[in-house]
């Protein structure tokens, strides 16, 4: 008889100590993902630094950190990933927002917030608050905005942006 898999509730347990390993080598796990493909699973876990660049060693810190508390808490065969968000990252959760505070990102909403009609819009990621939204600076015309989340297509970081408008 084959045990119902919930991958939510596995990755409700697993995220401590995630997040806990992750800890020790001042690192965040800003996404953690079980997902099957080809038959096989896929524990994927993106990790960031606030004061370098995501290094091998750093996800083989991650990975011999994590080996023997995971195969405890998961109960199935899975390959694990640890890697780097990227540069270009689609931000996907409000913790994200407030962890690339200050960052440079390009922002597809739905529809414009002036008369531009800009839909794109080039901006400075300024704060974030789950009542009010996204507050951003549009780098083109120096004007704070504020995006609620059902507004927000896509907010994709990119260090390229300020460089050019600066």
């Known amino acids: 008889m084959k045990e119902h898999l919930n991958k939510r509730e ?13 800890m020790r080598y001042n690192l965040i796990p800003l996404e953690i993902s079980l997902t099957k493909e080809s038959e096989r699973w896929f524990l994927r876990i993106f990790i960031y630094s606030a004061d370098h660049s995501i290094t091998h060693k750093d996800c083989e810190n991650i990975t011999r950190g994590l080996g023997e508390l995971l195969n405890e808490l998961i109960p ?3 390959y694990l990933e640890v890697s780097s968000p990227g540069t270009d990252r689609k931000l996907k959760t409000a913790r994200e927002y407030v962890i690339f505070k200050g960052k440079t990102a390009l922002v597809k909403i739905k529809n414009p917030v002036d008369e531009s009609g800009d839909k794109k819009i080039k901006a400075k990621l300024l704060d974030y608050n789950d ?6 600076l549009k780098l083109d015309t120096g004007k704070e905005y504020t995006l609620k989340p059902d507004e927000i297509f896509s907010v994709q970081l990119d260090e390229n942006i300020g460089e050019k408008d600066d």
């Open 10 to 22: 596995i990755i409700e347990k697993i995220t401590p100590v995630i997040e806990n390993t992750a």
């Open 76 to 78: 199935f065969k899975y």
């Open 131 to 136: 009542g009010t939204g996204l507050r951003i």
